[in-house]
């Protein structure tokens, strides 16, 4: 096993002044069989307003990730932070850096989405997307904390199918509160559907046609619900954020003017529902959008941008929604990170 040293460089630069302030900050730690044995640089900028900085000390062994890493799940209330990757398939953390357990399942192939369900109940559920190939992929299961598979959500086989259940790569899945599923299935598969399903796992509307008009799709990537009963799915291959009436599954509206670059990976509302946080892989970005009121869609607009390295490659984001952090899967990168509120200029709580 070899050790790596990777440097972080942070440049922060506001949008209100013409000051440029450079901070470079040199940290290193154990890394083992996870790359070439060249060194990790990290450009860290913020751009525009800045909402969060890195934070150096999460995990405290950042040796343990070994696999490219993802998605993550936060359970605020326990301070718990799962980490889905391909070896281990998760890894479980404190959200102050401690390492907890690993899952050790063979339930589990290609973790692709993570979702924390019933976070504030005693009995919490972690929802994961199976995008493997193998007997137990195009799946979206539950576990317990402790990783005990509790129940299988479709066939395992590749398929349209909706009696029964058929997924290929899903994406993602979001549970709402009241028990309702919406899951974006098409991480370049056969389907390029947004499909919602109620408590009792019965489809109750659906978009499903690849394309690049209104309402269709190509790869939807990620999903998320507001107070407003509205979805906003990150329509990756189109580089757009399609919205939808979460009751009727009517389509509301389009952000496409933000994402010209890169395509938006990932869609995620801060603590107070002032921002949406989107990854853009290929740039290496990860993008604050505000979030419009009520009534309201209009067109993206940029409040704040982590600029990271190269070959970084964020997937796909989960926020503490107690203590506001940022979590933040890295493929390229092969790990997590943790992004915390700044105190000044915007708390997110």
Wanted: charged content about 15%; some cysteine.
């Amino acid at each position: 096993m070899s050790l790596k040293k990777r440097s972080q460089w942070c440049l922060v630069v506001s949008g209100t002044v013409s000051l440029i302030l450079l901070m470079t900050v040199l940290y290193s730690s154990n890394r083992g069989q996870r790359r070439s044995s060249s060194s990790l640089t990290l450009d860290y900028q913020l751009m525009g307003r800045p909402l969060y900085k890195l934070d150096l000390s999460w995990p405290k062994n950042p040796e343990i990730f070994t696999g490219e890493v993802f998605c993550v799940a936060v359970n605020q209330y326990a301070a718990v932070v799962y980490v889905g990757s391909n070896v281990p398939k998760v890894l479980v953390f404190t959200t102050e850096g401690d390492f907890l357990m690993s899952w050790n399942t063979t339930t589990l192939e290609m973790p692709h989405g993570m979702f924390l369900a019933d976070a504030a109940s005693k009995d919490p559920t972690v929802w994961i997307t199976d995008v493997g190939d193998g007997p137990y992929g195009h799946c979206i299961k539950q576990y317990s904390p402790s990783g005990m598979l509790l129940q299988v959500n479709a066939s395992g086989k590749a398929g349209s199918g909706l009696d029964p259940l058929q997924f290929d790569q899903p994406a993602e899945i979001f549970v709402h509160e009241s028990g309702e599923m919406y899951i974006v299935d098409g991480d370049g598969g056969m389907n390029n559907r947004l499909i919602k399903l109620s408590k009792n796992q019965q489809v109750l509307w659906m978009h499903a046609e690849k394309g690049q008009s209104l309402a269709q799709f190509y790869i939807p990537h990620s999903v998320t619900v507001d107070s407003a009963q509205r979805v906003w799915v990150a329509d990756r291959g189109n580089k757009r954020i399609q919205v939808f009436n979460s009751i009727t599954g009517d389509w509301l509206g389009t952000w496409g003017s933000c994402f010209t670059e890169d395509a938006p990976y990932s869609v995620r509302l801060t603590p107070d529902k002032k921002y949406f946080v989107v990854v853009q892989l290929n740039t290496n970005q990860i993008t604050l959008l505000d979030a419009p009121p009520v009534g309201l869609i209009g067109q993206c607009k940029v409040v704040s941008v982590i600029q990271l390295a190269e070959d970084v490659k964020p997937h796909l984001v989960d926020l503490d929604l107690k203590a506001g952090a940022l979590y933040v899967a890295e493929i390229g990168a092969q790990q997590a990170q943790k992004f915390t509120p700044f105190s000044l200029g915007g708390n997110l709580l």
